[in-house]
């Protein structure tokens, strides 16, 4: 599990080898590689 941080909110990521993974947090959503 990653933590992200990205314009003051958080996201947790699981990682899934090397995949672009997409996190959606409160309606928005975050690329994260």
Known sequence: LTVYQKN????????????VNE??????QLWQN
């Open 8 to 19: 003051g909110s958080f996201a947790y990521q699981k990682t899934t080898g090397n995949s």
């Open 23 to 28: 996190i959606q947090i409160g309606g928005q």
